[in-house]
């Protein structure tokens, strides 16, 4: 399982940007995604979570009417729209997934992250 996010940057408060995470070694349209993102000092947070083929989706509260969570499954993507950018939003963003065995041991995917910094 490989993610390699992208997209990240600087913009300033009040813009946009959108983050692809590209994914492979996996059947990417059988599983569930999650965006995370982790503050310097700060725990790693769940930012959003879209089913497997897409018709569902989970936000946090902090950027719920903000961002949208999309994927295209048939280009094993996810994505993260962002819009009305807050310096609160400043962090490094991952996309993650999970696998449950039979004997219920959890094991979880992570890509290596993309920054994003909100500052004027």
């Known amino acids: 399982v490989q993610f390699v996010e992208s997209g990240g940057g600087l913009v300033q408060p009040g813009g946009s940007l959108t983050l692809s995470c590209a994914a492979s070694?996996?059947?990417?349209?059988?599983?569930?995604m999650r965006w995370y993102r982790q503050a310097p000092g700060q725990e790693r947070d769940m930012v959003a979570q879209?089913?497997?083929?897409?018709?569902?989706?989970v936000y946090a509260d902090s950027v719920k009417g903000r961002f949208t969570i999309s994927r295209a499954n048939d280009k094993d993507a996810l994505y993260l729209h962002m819009n009305s950018l807050k310096p609160e939003d400043t962090a490094v963003y991952y996309c993650?997934?999970?696998?449950?065995?039979?004997?219920?041991?959890?094991?979880?995917?992570w890509g290596q992250g993309t920054q994003v910094t909100v500052s004027s």
């Open positions: 070694g996996f059947a990417f349209s059988m599983y569930a």
């Open positions: 993650y997934t999970w696998t449950t065995n039979s004997a219920g041991v959890v094991t979880d995917y």
């Open positions: 879209i089913s497997s083929a897409g018709g569902s989706t």
